[in-house]
DNA sequence: ACCTGAACACCGTTCAAGT
DNA sequence: ACCTGAACACCGTTCAAGT
């Protein structure tokens, strides 16, 4: 796609999309993607808000590349002598802890819509799914289950950050409210909810998202 | 919160929030979330674009009413005579649908942030983790993942929407496109992708999300 | 040749003015 | 008492004008 936007040859020191990039990660992470502004990304590089789109065709665009250069980052894991579990593992809470410290990007990340990071992602999971002798018939939904569930979670983290800066509140507070609102339900309709209200105010992201991981691995290997 | 706003006693044949909230939905269904607009909102209703504040707080809180307007619509399930894996799979592939008919559900539906319905969603999935026999320390985590798979692959599902109408293709093509330039990867760094491109182009979304659901109730199983 | 920044066509939201 | 719709403070994006 970007075959002739070759802009190495240039000496001057000027913009370049590299910088730019770069800029509204900071942006982002700073102000979540109601921060990132043609207005104040060109102030911040010293510059008119048109100069940008020399290097980048839209606002989507520039989440698009920001994604990439944050997940790009995240994916560079060397082949350690693992099993293919724990190298499932490792590779989801990677991605968990990218998603963990920009939400911005759980929304803006999708792997069917060609970007590259993400196929790398795939690849790195697929492999792994092999290794574990899933039927080949089976390889695809089962690799698609994995990557839903990650950037699923990503997703409604990245909600929840909104909601919790919106509110000003920390997470904390949050899950206090929240499990008082749980255990105050009628307990004839909602037996469930309040039984699991105080657990659920002290849980770790973290350390649910991986145990949905590995529900799924199990899973996998129940059914071969 | 909204004990004081009970507009039940008017008999005025004016604006509704019920009237609002539904003309937001299908606004939201023909053009996204961009077609909602309050000018065009409040054109459609016959009235000035101020007037739809005096039932909504603002733009995010519609969107949340419609929300909660679609699922609860849809969690509307009888109990029948099914195996709680049946049922977890019945309100699974009805949120799916629901989400798939309404793809700007997915980003906007989140379960922690205290919408009414989805609560009742989790209370629905939860007592058939209880039937299951999930041991008590586990319930939270095993919920946990089950609806954060559901909402993830709502999510995914709204990206991918929104990118096939932004470039007007239909979903055929998209796939295709995609299947051709995965197989077009290098297979020395790529052997998983290529290896599954022509797969993916003919899979079906509701299939392999069910396959999804059933990857985790297998893990369940095997757990305990 | 490259950058600038005013201008355009939109938003969500408010609030004085009408009826 | 309720609605109206001009006005405000923003957006993303464009493009004539500068250097």
Same mark, same amino acid.
């Given at each position: 796609?970007? #075959?002739?936007?070759?802009?190495?040859?240039?000496?001057?020191?000027?913009?370049?999309?590299?910088?730019?990039?770069?800029?509204?990660?900071?942006?982002?992470?700073?102000?979540?993607?109601?921060?990132?502004?043609?207005?104040?990304?060109?102030?911040?590089?010293?510059?008119?808000?048109?100069?940008?789109?020399?290097?980048? %065709?839209? $606002?989507?665009?520039?989440?698009?590349?920001?994604?990439?250069?944050?997940?790009?980052?995240?994916?560079?894991? $060397?082949?350690?002598?693992?099993?293919?579990?724990?190298?499932?593992?490792?590779?989801?809470?990677?991605?968990?802890?990218?998603?963990?410290?920009? +939400?911005?990007?759980? +929304?803006?990340?999708?792997?069917?819509?060609?970007?590259?990071?993400?196929?790398?992602?795939?690849?790195?999971?697929?492999?792994?799914?092999?290794?574990?002798?899933?039927?080949?018939?089976?390889?695809?939904?089962?690799?698609?289950?994995?990557?839903?569930?990650?950037?699923?979670?990503?997703?409604?983290?990245?909600? @929840?950050? $909104?909601?919790?800066? #919106?509110?000003?509140?920390?997470?904390?507070?949050?899950?206090?409210?929240?499990?008082?609102?749980?255990? %105050?339900?009628?307990?004839?309709?909602? +037996?469930?909810?309040?039984?699991?209200?105080?657990?659920?105010?002290?849980?770790?992201?973290? %350390?649910?998202?991986?145990?949905?991981?590995?529900?799924?691995?199990?899973?996998? #290997?129940?059914? @071969?």
């Amino acid at each position: 796609m970007s #075959k002739s936007l070759n802009n190495r040859v240039r000496r001057t020191e000027s913009l370049s999309r590299e910088q730019i990039v770069d800029t509204a990660i900071h942006l982002l992470d700073s102000g979540g993607e109601d921060g990132l502004t043609f207005r104040t990304l060109s102030e911040r590089l010293a510059t008119g808000p048109g100069a940008i789109y020399a290097y980048i %065709a839209n $606002k989507h665009d520039l989440i698009a590349a920001a994604c990439e250069a944050v997940i790009s980052r995240t994916v560079e894991i $060397k082949a350690r002598d693992l099993s293919p579990e724990e190298t499932v593992r490792t590779v989801a809470l990677a991605m968990f802890d990218a998603m963990d410290t920009h +939400p911005w990007i759980g +929304p803006a990340l999708t792997w069917s819509a060609g970007q590259l990071t993400m196929v790398r992602v795939l690849e790195l999971i697929g492999q792994q799914i092999v290794a574990l002798e899933v039927p080949i018939q089976a390889r695809w939904a089962t690799v698609s289950a994995l990557l839903n569930y990650i950037l699923g979670v990503g997703g409604q983290n990245a909600v @929840n950050t $909104k909601f919790a800066q #919106k509110l000003g509140a920390n997470r904390e507070d949050l899950l206090a409210s929240l499990s008082t609102a749980w255990s %105050a339900l009628p307990s004839d309709a909602y +037996p469930f909810v309040r039984s699991i209200a105080s657990e659920m105010r002290m849980h770790d992201d973290r %350390a649910d998202f991986l145990i949905g991981i590995d529900l799924i691995l199990a899973g996998i #290997k129940n059914n @071969n």
